[in-house]
């Protein structure tokens, strides 16, 4: 009877010995999945790496998000006011059959604040995908009011066209972390195709630029040639958020506030035009 009882209790000794091992390693595995989990949603959380866009053409990794290389930042408004302002009444060919027979450009309608809907460009609209969100659709109002409904015409007798010819581009003037004032002289030039008469206007304006956060996702074959070209502006990761009338001073980069107020540039504005 004796032997039976001491063999009984060495069981259970072993039995509660091995439940309180099991135990523990649950719990060790618990902590270790909590763990891991923390650290995955760690990862999910942070933001990739900023890419600065080089001059050859290949990106670096930089440890700051706002960092962007000055001549990508002139690149990028010569770029945008490029597309901006070249109005040829064709559409930018997309294979060799379009570059002998472009289509024409049947423009988009903009409702303008008078209450009417004006044209723009479809390059135009495009890159107005460079501009803020809260800033685009005035200024898309803008270029609706200015371009000529001639640059749509089919009639070779009425149609004009439009180019934006960049005299100079500031080099970018920082402003606060990741903003920039850029300065941009340039002239608008309208030609009529007819006897080749043309119309100058001075376009000379202070470009506020800041880099912005984008997320890139693949693209694929259903993806259309609009959706690419948006796709190839915004992956720029900078975006203008206002313009101004420049200052044709000398020492553009080093213009004091008072210089400023005497150009009639002030830090705020409450058009998007000026």
């Known amino acids: 009877m004796v032997r039976l009882l001491e063999k009984k209790q060495r069981t259970v000794n072993l039995l509660t010995t091995f439940a309180i091992a099991t135990l523990g390693l649950q719990i060790l595995a618990l902590l270790f999945l909590t763990f891991q989990g923390l650290k995955i949603r760690q990862l999910s959380l942070r933001k990739p790496a900023a890419f600065v866009q080089l001059i050859a053409g290949q990106p670096i990794t930089v440890t700051d998000d706002l960092a962007r290389d000055p001549e ?18 064709k559409l930018p060919a997309q294979n060799v059959e379009e570059v002998s027979k472009p289509k024409p450009d049947l423009g988009i309608l903009i409702p303008t604040s008078q209450g009417i809907s004006k044209k723009v460009t479809t390059s135009s609209w495009i890159a107005s995908f460079a501009i803020s969100e809260d800033f685009r659709k005035g200024f898309l109002r803008e270029i609706a009011a200015m371009t000529p409904p001639e640059v749509f015409s089919n009639n070779s007798s009425q149609a004009i066209t439009a180019q934006i010819a960049i005299k100079r581009v500031y080099p970018p003037q920082k402003i606060s972390p990741g903003k920039w004032r850029v300065g941009l002289v340039a002239d608008l030039i309208q030609t009529k195709k007819l006897d080749g008469r043309r119309i100058i206007t001075p376009f000379n304006k202070d470009l506020l630029v800041r880099a912005v956060d984008y997320f890139p996702y693949p693209l694929d074959d259903t993806t259309s040639v ?49």
């Open 72 to 89: 990508v930042i002139r690149q990028f408004v010569s770029k945008s006011m490029t597309s901006m302002f070249n109005w040829s009444g």
């Open 226 to 274: 609009l959706q690419k070209a948006i796709y190839g502006i915004r992956s720029e990761k900078l975006e203008i958020y206002e313009i101004r009338n420049l200052c044709l001073l000398d020492q553009y980069n080093n213009l004091s506030q008072e210089q400023l107020q005497q150009c009639g540039i002030q830090n705020t504005s409450d058009s998007f035009v000026r």
